[in-house]
């Protein structure tokens, strides 16, 4: 190859590296971090359970614009808390006291704790302190900020600190952020105190709530049932004044009347003349049987609904759940069918708010 060939090739391959170096430098090194706002959104809740974010602040990277005063709230105006003051977010002072508090409702399952901190320029805030809990209780949340790191639950990106309330340890260890909002029917108050020379930009709780308890799930049995000595319970069976059933936070409440649908597991072929396709699918290969009516509300634990059917049929039996053959859809097994629709409690295994007793 002649030199006046090489020549310029060689040039525009050493452009063309510059170029895809000069790109890379620009293109950023890593994802862009996380917001708080951001792991408020997208932290996950069960089907069933309301979450509910509650935001104190404004996010804005510790801007001194705007008035974002803490709070005392009912409890901490005293005369000792009005004299260390409540602070405010994104304040740039030393030596400066903060607090507010965030309403959290009742009955929470679990949650996600996020605030801002940065420490102010020219201090010293290796000693700065963060508290969360009931600022007024024995038990709480304490930690040099320094040590957050250090501490197992939480997860420091930059200026954002966040962690499970489960895993926010009260210092005594007699439990966690979410076992003191879990005390009672009631709301709580979450304190957050920060001292001395430490900044805030803002603080938020993403919490998930259950639902309202006090019902189960049932299935109900069809006018025309199967032949051969099957019984078939499914969702959508029963007559249409019938309640369609829900897996998630059940349909029926626990102080009616029903009978308890129990099974004896087994692994018997469906009969010869059982040609309904959809029913077939859902074949138990087990006996099914209904006890008399009764209040689910008389049953603590799964346990005990078990014992019942077992006192009634014999050995083995036990409550018939509700994804035994094709989930929510057919249930099938033998058994004497009955003379007329049966709505009957059944067992929900895989939805916590879905049975009117517990594991």
């Known amino acids: 190859m002649r030199v006046s060939v090489v020549i310029p090739i060689a040039v525009l391959c050493l452009c063309a590296c510059v170029l895809a170096g000069a790109w890379r430098a620009r293109a950023p090194a890593t994802a862009p971090a996380h917001t708080g706002m951001g792991l408020l959104r997208d932290y996950p809740c069960r089907r069933s359970e309301t979450k509910v974010v509650l935001v104190k602040g404004v996010e804005d990277g510790f801007s001194p614009a705007g008035n974002e005063p803490g709070f005392l709230r009912p409890g901490l105006d005293t005369a000792r808390w009005r004299s260390l003051g409540a602070g ?107 001292q001395d020379d430490t900044s ?24 025309a049932q199967p032949p051969s000595g099957a019984i078939a319970l499914s969702c959508r069976f029963g007559p249409e004044n019938w309640p369609a059933c829900d897996p998630y936070v059940g349909d029926t409440a626990c102080a009616t009347a029903l009978p308890i649908a129990c099974l004896l597991p087994g692994e018997q072929p469906p009969p010869r003349d059982f040609s309904v396709p959809r029913l077939a699918a859902g074949w138990t290969g087990g006996d099914i049987a209904f006890t008399e009516p009764v209040a689910a509300a008389q049953f603590h634990r799964i346990a005990e609904v078990d014992a019942f059917c077992a006192t009634h049929f014999g050995t083995h039996w036990r409550t018939l759940t509700s994804p035994e053959g094709l989930p929510n859809l057919s249930i099938v097994g033998r058994g004497r069918p009955p003379s007329g629709p049966v709505r009957a409690w059944v067992d929900e295994v895989n939805q916590p708010y879905g049975t009117c007793w517990a594991r």
């Open 200 to 223: 805030v930009d803002f603080i938020g709780l993403a919490a998930c709530v259950e639902p309202p308890r006090g019902k189960g799930v049932t299935l109900a049995t069809d006018v």
């Open 88 to 194: 405010s977010y994104d304040q740039s002072q030393p030596d400066r006291f903060f607090v507010d508090s965030l309403r959290v409702p009742a009955h929470v399952h679990d949650g996600l704790f996020v605030i801002g901190l940065k420490p102010l320029p020219v201090s010293d805030s290796i000693t700065d302190t963060i508290g969360i809990g009931d600022l007024r209780a024995p038990s709480r949340f304490g930690s040099l900020i320094t040590e957050l790191p250090k501490r197992d639950g939480w997860t420091i990106e930059g200026t954002l600190y966040s962690a499970e309330l489960a895993r926010i340890m009260y210092n005594d260890h007699s439990g966690s952020l979410l076992t003191g909002l879990r005390e009672g029917a009631q709301a709580h108050w979450l304190d957050v105190s920060v």
